[in-house]
Each structure stands twice: as C-alpha cells, then as structure tokens.
C-alpha cells in the first residue's frame, strides 16, 4: 500500500526561528512526485514546494526548502525565519508516476509564536 | 499558478433537500477534477475522481448514487449531494491538474465548500 507518514500531529516554535516537519512515505514506484501543501485557517490548500523523484537536487522555495532523501523514503520540510503567517497545517502528500491521485499525510499542525 | 474556483463558499440546507457544488478551472482546461471531503482537524479524503465526458470514478465506501458527480466541460465539474442529512455536513474540496503546464501533475485546489444540512 502506498502511505505517507507525517509523525508530528502538533508543533509550535518562536517566531523568527527554523522548523522542520518530518514525512516519510512508502511506495514501490521508482518515479514520482512528492508535495507539501499548507492549509492556513482560510481551508484554502496552498501548494509549499514539490519535489520530483528523479531530482536529486533538493527543492528550495524563498524560506521553504525539503530534504529528500530516497532511499529512506524521507521527504522532510524546513522553514525558515519562520513568520506568524506560516500559521496551518502542513500536508505532506505525493503522487505515484503511475497514477493522478494524490496520497495526503494526516498533516501536522504548525503554530508560529509571537 | 493555476486557479481553481468552487461555488458556493458556504450552504445551509434542510435534511432531505440536494445541494450542487460547482468546481471550475478559470484559466485551464481540466479533463480530470477530483473531489474531496475533510473533516475537522483531518486530512482530506479522495471521494471521487470526476473525468471529461465519461463517469466519474469512486473510491471504496462512496455512495455512488448519494454524490452525483458531472464534468460535462473541460472546466466545470459538479458535485450534487442528493438527500442530504446531517452526516452530509462537512467540507467539500475540488482540485485538477493543469496538464498543459509543464508541471501536470500538480494539483489545484478550490477554496471548498462548507455544507451544513440541519
């Protein structure tokens, strides 16, 4: 079964520091596409930063930068100088190359602190 | 990016009525949406995929004849929710895939629909 495995239900940092959400996930294919989404308290889902499979290259966005590791099926979200509006829950999520559907995590809550 | 729009925002209906939801790509063409529903505090949960000018696929466990869903364009796919009761009352996300992008596998997503059935 294909899964994605966010470990952390709830975190909460400093304003102005750097936090990383874990995700891990299981797949038997060799090509696909890996995605962080934030759903901030609007419900609107916000696409954060996808990362390709095949790239080896880790995808950065401003502050926002993963560490994909594909042997271990890692696909870890750093964000930094983090700011009140970064605010929401962070899905993880992918899709098989196979396939169009996308395989959400059950999310991390991320609380930014003034 | 791509932009996807859903309507309504929000709907109040009485148990037993049909609510439709609309979702559409305003600045692409979608030949597959997908729907979603999620709970509070929970991720979202793939209903169905809904594809241009054929039926719609269904994940295990969707009531096929309870969420009626039509995509008789290359932008607009409904969702109608026949008979709903307070089980119904949830929220409802569309999404699709800009495939003449050059990153057609990333999804969209609407704003969502807030469905209360009292």
């Known amino acids: 079964a294909q899964t994605v495995t966010q470990s952390q239900p709830e975190m909460s940092v400093q304003e102005a520091e750097t936090v990383t959400l874990s995700c891990t996930y299981d797949?038997?294919?060799?090509?696909?596409?890996l995605f962080w989404y934030k759903q901030p308290p609007s419900r609107q889902m916000i696409l954060v930063i996808r990362?390709?499979?095949?790239?080896?290259q880790n995808a950065t966005e401003n502050r926002f930068s993963v560490n994909f590791q594909k042997a271990a099926k890692s696909f870890s979200l750093k964000i930094s100088d983090s700011q009140l509006g970064d605010t929401a829950m962070y899905f993880c999520?992918?899709?098989?190359?196979?396939?169009?559907?996308?395989?959400f995590g059950k999310g991390t809550r991320l609380h930014i602190l003034p | 990016g791509a932009v996807v729009s859903q309507h309504p925002s929000w709907v109040i209906c009485k148990s037993g009525t049909s609510v439709k939801i609309e979702c559409r790509s305003l600045?692409?063409?979608?030949?597959?949406m997908f729907w979603y529903r999620q709970f509070p505090k929970q991720s979202l949960m793939l209903m169905a995929t809904?594809?241009?000018?054929?039926?719609?696929?269904?994940e295990q466990g969707v009531e096929k004849d309870k969420f009626l869903i039509n995509h008789a364009s290359l932008t607009l796919s409904t969702l109608t929710v026949t008979s709903a009761h307070p089980e119904d009352s949830s929220f409802y996300i569309c999404?699709?895939?800009?495939?003449?992008?050059?990153?057609?596998?990333?999804?969209?997503f609407g704003p969502g629909t807030r469905l209360l059935v009292l």
């Open positions: 809904s594809n241009e000018g054929s039926k719609a696929t269904y």
């Open positions: 600045d692409f063409q979608a030949t597959t």
């Open positions: 999404s699709a895939p800009d495939q003449t992008s050059g990153s057609r596998e990333t999804q969209y």
């Open positions: 990362q390709e499979a095949y790239k080896q």
């Open positions: 999520a992918f899709i098989p190359g196979r396939d169009d559907k996308i395989i």
């Open positions: 797949t038997s294919e060799n090509n696909y596409y």
